[in-house]
């Protein structure tokens, strides 16, 4: 299609995924993620004609703005921007300290907030743009992961004054909200539990987990012109988990459901 797509997160399950189906579609990728040889790998592999690699610590808002701006001098103006950079620590509010609290807010939320500031300018001056922000079931429900879920409830947020303000420059905002997802990043759980997904597949009425490439679908068609009246939204993708709970109704009803 022949966008410029900045991906955060890029090296992660859910991001090399974005950045592999963006350079297929003819896209090119500022891939932005903190790991540089993990960056320097992606780049290798996906092509150095399509992808520039931006290593920088989200948390450092001017880092950001000079990275980006850098990365536009070379490829030009960023007319996707795929906030997918995340990570969780604290499982519960008793295993939450203030550090680990402060750690999980700065990364998932304001880290979003200044990523989004590097291309905000330009988009609104151009009259055009695609923000597309990846949240978490856990912004919707108590999940676990407090701090986490307290950051990806507030990108609900934010992305609806994102769409709301930014709408009459033609800039699209929406907020795709992953359930479970097979990556890397549960292999703890795996290791704890190998039987977690098989445990897990019950509050889900799909009995099924989404794939990165899941996830990849619903971000490029929200980036896309099929959903050029689409802004504000927030879309589970999650095989069903927020429509509601199938064993707690079966309790209630006393039918087999």
Known sequence: MNRVALVTGACGGIGSVLCKRFVEQGDTVLALDIDAAALERLTKQLGETQVSPIAVDLGDAAAVQ?????????????????????????????????ASWQRDIHLNLNGTYHTVEAVRSSMVERKSGAL??????????????????AAKAGLISY?????VELGRYGIRANIVCPGTVKTQAWQARVDKNPQVFEDLKK??????????????????????????VITGVALPVDGGLMAGNRLMAQELTLESL
């Open 66 to 98: 000079q990275a980006v701006a850098s990365a536009v001098e070379k490829r030009g103006p960023v007319d996707v921007l795929v906030a997918n950079a995340g990570a969780a620590e604290g499982l519960t509010l008793a295993t939450t300290d203030a």
């Open 203 to 228: 509050w889900y009425p799909l009995r099924d987990f989404a794939t990165p490439d899941d996830i990849a679908d619903a971000v490029l068609f929200l980036a896309s012109p099929m959903a050029r």
């Open 132 to 149: 597309v922000l990846i949240g978490s079931v856990n912004g919707l429900a108590a999940l676990g992961h407090p701090a986490y879920s």
């Open 159 to 163: 992305t609806k004054a994102l769409a």
